[in-house]
């Protein structure tokens, strides 16, 4: 099993910033990609950003160079920054990892998610 734990959501003004941290630990043997995810009520949940193991990213159309996602691959950890907020970036954010528990079978996680507000 793996266990995967968000931390750095709350409460934030507009065009402030936030950073979410997600840590996984467990069975794993490696990690293919992560990502983060965000699910507003009545909407679906979207992509916000994810990062291979080679460290290539792709983002949401809606991002538009305001947020950054990295990794710690020694830590198991995806990070994503986030500037520029806006109140329609308030959601649930949750992270995903695509990983390998042994060298042939291949699971997805997600995190608990954490809540990002955005004040007006």
């Known amino acids: 099993q793996v266990q995967l734990v968000e931390s750095g959501g709350g409460l934030v003004q507009t065009g402030g910033s936030l950073r979410l941290s997600c840590a996984a630990s467990?069975?794993?043997?490696?990690?293919?990609?992560m990502g983060w995810y965000r699910q507003a009520p009545g909407n679906q949940r979207e992509l916000v950003a994810s990062?291979?193991?080679?460290?290539?990213?792709n983002y949401g159309d809606f991002v538009k160079g305001r947020f950054t996602i990295s990794s710690d691959n020694a830590k198991n950890t995806v990070y994503l920054q986030m500037n520029s907020l806006k109140p329609e970036d308030t959601a649930v954010y949750y992270c995903?990892?695509?990983?390998?528990?042994?060298?042939?079978?291949?699971?997805?996680?997600w995190g608990q998610g954490t809540q990002v507000t955005v004040s007006s």
């Open positions: 995903n990892y695509h990983l390998q528990s042994t060298w042939y079978r291949a699971e997805d996680y």
């Open positions: 990062i291979t193991s080679g460290g290539t990213t």
């Open positions: 467990g069975s794993i043997f490696s990690i293919n990609a």
